[in-house]
């Protein structure tokens, strides 16, 4: 064809604008009856982790290990539970609380409570030859801003804020230590009484009326993580149909 359009053109029938306007609206054609390929989309893999990591993770599994928290236990969104950490029923971790079971166990026993910008730890081993796991029992509060490292509190005890906690230290049931408190590694807070300062010296032995209300407070505070439980609704949209609800009644929401 083009040798044709040649020789014509040499006899002066085509000018070389016709011949480009002839190829281009060949190619036009051209283009316009070409099958348009397919996109290819590449599909996830089967087998690859689904984690999200544009934010915070409340749970961090390190190796084999996965925090375990029990069904009505109440974790905080911004909390942080990394590895070996055990979390039993009834008890809270809250706003800000990191609780890091990369080296060792923590345990937080029922209806305890590790309170706001807390941090609890455990090294690989105790100098003092004691467990060098972290294990608060049953009924105890941790006021926020402490710090607890392979340490072991007993049942019902009270830890005041900005307490620090050192390896191996002991704080044995129905005692409190007062705000502010430094534990040495290695030292024991017998049972019944009250402690404070730093480093911890003892102060008095502690009434039959405030033993009692040491397990109370512990309740008091399982009670008020009940209403933050049932607000934090991370895989349900049921309060969606609460707020059309209240609307449809002339609820301000």
């Given at each position: ?72 236990a ?84 009270i ?46 032995t ?18 008020l ?23 449809s ?5």
């Amino acid at each position: 064809m083009a040798t044709s359009i040649a020789r014509f053109s040499r006899r002066g029938g085509l000018t070389p604008n016709l011949i480009r306007r002839f190829f281009a609206a060949e190619a036009a054609v051209a283009r316009n009856t070409e099958t348009p390929k397919p996109k290819l989309t590449p599909s996830p893999s089967p087998d690859r982790a689904k984690w999200d990591y544009r934010g915070q993770r409340q749970i961090v599994p390190l190796g084999q290990w996965l925090p375990k928290v029990a069904v009505d236990a109440y974790v905080a969104p911004n909390a942080v539970l990394a590895g070996q950490v055990t979390v039993w029923d009834g008890s809270s971790v809250w706003n800000g609380a990191v609780l890091r079971g990369d080296l060792n166990k923590i345990t937080l026993g029922f209806c305890s409570n590790v309170q706001e910008r807390c941090v609890v730890h455990a090294a690989w081993s105790s100098p003092t030859g004691l467990p060098a796991e972290t294990l608060i029992d049953r009924y105890v509060t941790v006021g926020a801003y402490s710090l607890l490292r392979s340490c072991t509190i007993e049942p019902e005890c009270i830890i005041g804020q900005h307490s620090i906690l050192m390896e191996g230290s002991l704080v044995e049931t129905r005692s409190i230590l007062e705000a502010g408190s430094v534990v040495p590694p290695g030292r024991r807070i017998p049972s019944g009484e009250l402690w404070g300062g730093n480093p911890a010296r003892f102060i008095r032995t502690l009434t039959n009326e405030e033993t009692l209300e040491i397990p109370k407070l512990a309740v008091a505070i399982n009670h008020l993580s009940g209403d933050y439980f049932s607000e934090f609704l991370p895989y349900s949209t049921v309060y969606l149909e609460v707020e059309k609800f209240k609307k449809s009644l002339g609820i301000a929401v």
